[in-house]
């Protein structure tokens, strides 16, 4: 059974940081790129980042960019995502996912949310001062 489960979640300032994770189990962690997702109240998904399976090739939303940082350790199953500088517009229910089809060679340049399924329990970032 596929199982994903992001935590880190919190209470910040505007400005602040935090760091994002989520476990993942029940499938082969190696070969599926893995995305972040937000949902802000009374707004739909949004996807904010993903990850190759090798790590080697990464997407970030606009809103993000340069701001938010995603990263994946093989070994133990978790993929992060450090977020810096916060803004209240980054409030919102954060979510992991994998791709759907387990295509290792996934290009995230190419990103696209509907590639991307098996949605874990989110975890509730606040941003606020």
């Known amino acids: 059974e596929v199982q994903l489960q992001a935590s880190g979640g919190g209470l910040v300032r505007p400005g602040g940081s935090l760091r994002l994770s989520c476990a993942a189990s029940g499938f082969a962690f190696d070969d599926y790129a893995l995305g972040w997702f937000r949902q802000a109240p009374g707004k739909e998904r949004e996807g904010v980042s993903c990850i190759s399976s090798s790590g080697g090739d990464t997407y970030y939303a606009d809103s993000v960019k340069d701001r938010f940082t995603i990263s994946r350790d093989n070994a133990n199953n978790t993929v992060y995502l450090q977020m810096n500088s916060l803004k209240p517009e980054d409030t919102a229910v954060y979510y992991c996912?994998?791709?759907?089809?387990?295509?290792?060679?996934?290009?995230?340049?190419?990103?696209?949310?509907?590639?991307?399924?098996?949605w874990g329990q989110g975890t509730l970032v606040t941003v606020s001062s």
């Open positions: 996912a994998t791709e759907r089809s387990g295509n290792y060679y996934y290009t995230c340049s190419l990103f696209s949310a509907p590639d991307f399924g098996f």
